[in-house]
């Protein structure tokens, strides 16, 4: 799963991942600002650290994202076959907006986060609208020639969506079915990405409190309560001079602030969630690892995360929650209490779910 970094120029969209992904551009020969950047950031996760202490393993492996920086945003960069092939092939989107002031980085007017929403949406939905039409003209011409149910019902969704996007609303604001979903998922519409808008303010002394009231403090409520969409703060400023510290330092750097995570973990969370993943552990001496999966997920699916063996000869899952496990102490202790559990094929894996697969292969 893929989520694309997006945003005006100048906004600390490159910087920012950079930092996730702890990519050293300049050293890889970069030079070229429209170039898709790809990189890959660990998913911090409190619970896996804990389950590692436990059972002190040899291994401790986190679930990941994958990010790809995309070249600021603007109606003639989606015009670029490249630029717009790839950021049709993300998951998601983070948007990054401009909320710090910098006399070194010129502004064109005032910061104004809803109005750069408002803008960056207005072309992704301007290039849906163009790849709308151009597709109805060839449908329309094919439907002359033979009218088949699918043909009509992507004609009769795909203009149900044009005035849908022409008064100015993303495609992931329209409802449809699971259906109707299926049906146009090939078109990879841009505005029907999930998006998470990230505010970049500046350092202060207050710093915790700026994160924790930036989103209402700039009125993004409204935005981020929208269908697929989120909304959090980061100080790029701050988050770049962590990325460079060891843990302890950091911390107490944090600490400093007030703070008791960095937002950039906080950010990661939220990407991760916006692209409806949750995450199951397996746990032992030699590995305990988080596995990455939709939410609503059978247990024999998240077997088949694992390898594709456990879910073709899946029997049983033995589960147990992550804090219920910890508490008890072990396994041993878990079982003895009865919180261990035998699920079958059927049930819904829950975030946190640490899982041993049975198995006949």
Known sequence: MKTG???????????LFKILTRARLEDRGYSNPKEIHLGV?????????????????????????????????????????NLLASLRNVDALIHVIRAFDDPSIP????????????????DLMLSDLAQIEKRMERL???LKKQRTPELEAEHALLTRARPHLETEKPLRAMEMSADEKKLIRGFMFLSQKPVLYVLNISESATLGDDLENAVSKYGLEDVARQPGA?????????????????????????????????????????????????????????????????????????????HTDLEKHFIRAETIHWDTLLEAGSEAAARSKGTLRLEGKDYIVQDGDVMHIRHSG
């Not at 970094?5 to 910087?15: C, D, E, H």
């Not at 502004?107 to 207005?122: H, M």
């Not at 330092?249 to 916006?274: M, Q, T």
């Not at 552990?281 to 596995?291: L, Q, Y």
């Open 41 to 81: 950031a660990r998913v911090p996760d409190e619970r896996l650290e804990k389950l590692a202490a436990l059972y002190q393993p040899k291994k401790t492996v986190f679930a990941t994202v994958e990010y790809a920086d995309v070249a600021a945003i603007g109606q003639e960069s989606l015009k670029e076959p």
């Open 230 to 306: 989120g909304a959090t703060a980061i100080c790029g400023k701050v988050e770049a001079e962590l990325a460079e510290m060891p843990e302890e330092d950091a911390a107490e750097f944090l600490g400093s602030y007030g703070l008791k995570e960095s937002g950039l973990h906080r950010l990661i969370r939220k990407s991760y969630e916006l692209l409806g993943l949750i995450s199951f552990f397996t746990v032992g001496e030699d590995e305990c690892r988080a596995w990455t999966i939709p939410v609503n997920s059978r247990a024999q699916n998240a077997a088949g995360a694992i």
């Open 5 to 15: 970094i997006i945003g005006r120029p100048q906004v600390g969209k490159t910087s």
């Open 140 to 142: 329309e011409k094919d």
């Open 107 to 122: 502004l064109t007017g005032p910061i104004d986060p809803l109005k750069e929403i408002r803008d960056v949406e207005f």
